[in-house]
């Protein structure tokens, strides 16, 4: 890449810092028992559409640019999605499965004995329990663009050999690159190969110290991956300023707080690493105006950034799509970012299918400015019907998807009082993975929904 050339796809490392705001570490869980961890691509397919899936109204999403869904057909044949496909990316259960919605047919639904057998919004949905562990988490739980490991707390789990992988020297916010080339984990922003993972049968991988194959870098906390679409450079993504969303070990009634406020002055700082073969170097940084927004998110090909937005009271509103342009001279980096679109609709923690149609989050319900709303959507006549009491008290969460060029939410689950669905995040084929906690148990679920890929 020569010095002056457009960063088409730009690695980033997306800091959301305001001025005068500490990027102190998120708290560290303790409850006992917890680990200290944190913190997609739909493809075509002749499955009849769903006539059952819950909608929720979107509301005044104001102006959604018509560039959403040019985006989005480019992305259909040139993102991640479509490039994992073309390079024959083998998706964990998919072997002998002619579409992707005919993988993890050997997995086990979602009953009784877990979950519950009635958990998917969608009667023409599957949900699939992946694993179940008796180690609670904390913070984000992410997977490989191949669906093979997960990554849950200070836990990786090769789905393949039904064994958990213990990061050493790690604590929180596992991460993976969109091409399967690796992950990371903080602190430190420690860039480790995927061939730690997938050579010999590990018990363990060292994060830090001697003899780890892993390096460090400037990414910060509750980073996201991209990586450039023509085979250049990685980046990570880092909320810096956030909400720390570690929900679910007691009963949240609500989106979580954030750990410091968003003012009319936040910015988000993009830093361009490179990938010198021994490791990642940072080349330069620069910052662009988000104001009343954090939790900023990177889409795979890092041509999107979606944030979360507050009014001036410091209440949650929504989401702001953003498209990212860059440019450098050298190590000098010239960025900005165009709004796209703002979505009115509550909830936390997104991340882009593999294709940029979608995105996926979770959020949480029992109490709150969206409590009505949230007891309507169940069928409840509002918080004050007594059926809608124990989520009042206990809360819960539930996963969504959202299409971006619409604005159109629709539920993927229902969970019960004190049951939590949190961090929903695509692979590459179009599956979503989460994760389930439910109150007064150690016990955690990792479940497969195939939702996305029934959405006309």
């Not at 559409?49 to 057909?73: F, K, M, N, R, Y």
């Not at 080339?181 to 991988?205: D, E, H, I, K």
């Not at 702001?320 to 001279?329: C, D």
């Amino acid at each position: 890449m020569s010095s002056a050339s457009i960063i088409r796809f730009a690695s980033i490392t997306l800091l959301a810092s305001l001025a005068g705001c500490s990027d102190d570490p998120a708290p560290i869980a303790t409850d006992s028992g917890v680990d200290t961890g944190t913190p997609a691509d739909v493809v075509g397919n002749d499955t009849p559409a769903p006539t059952d899936l819950p909608v929720v109204p979107p509301g005044d999403a104001g102006s959604i640019s018509a560039e959403i869904a040019a985006h989005v057909t480019a992305m259909s044949t040139m993102g991640w999605g479509a490039l994992n496909r073309s390079r024959g990316m083998m998706m964990h259960g998919c072997a002998g499965a002619a579409r992707p919605q005919d993988c993890l047919a050997t997995v086990p639904l979602a009953d009784d004995t877990n979950i519950g057998a009635n958990r998917s919004a969608i009667t023409a949905a599957h949900l699939r329990v992946l694993f179940s562990s008796n180690n609670r988490s904390g913070f984000w739980t992410r997977s490989s663009a191949d669906g093979r490991f997960v990554g849950r707390s200070t836990r990786l789990r090769d789905l393949s050999r039904e064994a958990d992988i213990s990061a050493t020297g790690a604590m929180y916010d596992p991460a993976f690159y969109p091409d399967n080339s690796g992950y990371m984990y903080q602190p430190g922003g420690r860039n480790c190969p995927m061939s730690s993972l997938t050579t010999g049968t590990p018990a363990t991988v060292a994060i830090t110290g001697a003899g780890s194959p892993c390096t460090g870098s400037s990414a910060s906390l509750y980073q996201h991956l991209a990586a450039s679409l023509d085979g250049g450079d990685y980046w990570a993504s880092s909320a810096g300023t956030a909400a720390w969303d570690d929900g679910g070990h007691t009963p949240t009634l609500t989106e979580t707080p954030r750990n410091e406020r968003w003012t009319a002055t936040a910015q988000t700082s993009i830093t361009l690493m490179a990938n010198t073969g021994a490791g990642f170097t940072n080349v330069g940084s620069r910052n662009i105006p988000t104001p009343l927004q954090g939790d900023g998110v990177i889409s795979p090909s890092s041509r999107l950034l979606i944030t979360r937005f507050v009014d001036d009271a410091g209440d949650y509103q929504g989401y702001v799509l953003h498209r990212l342009e860059a440019s450098r001279t050298g190590s000098a980096i010239m960025a900005s970012s165009r709004e796209l679109a703002r979505y009115p609709v509550q909830g936390a923690k997104p991340g882009f299918s593999f294709d940029e149609r979608f995105i996926t989050y979770h959020h949480y319900i029992g109490g709150g400015p969206t409590a009505d709303a949230d007891a309507r959507e169940l069928g409840f006549t509002g918080s004050d019907d007594p059926g809608f009491a124990e989520y009042s008290t206990q809360g819960a969460a539930n996963v969504y998807i959202m299409d971006l060029r619409t604005g159109r939410p629709i539920r993927v689950t229902t969970m019960g009082p004190g049951q939590y669905a949190l961090y929903p995040h695509f692979r590459s084929d179009g599956w979503i993975y989460f994760l389930v906690r439910t109150l007064g148990t150690q016990r955690e679920q990792v479940i497969a929904s195939d939702a996305a890929l029934l959405t006309p």
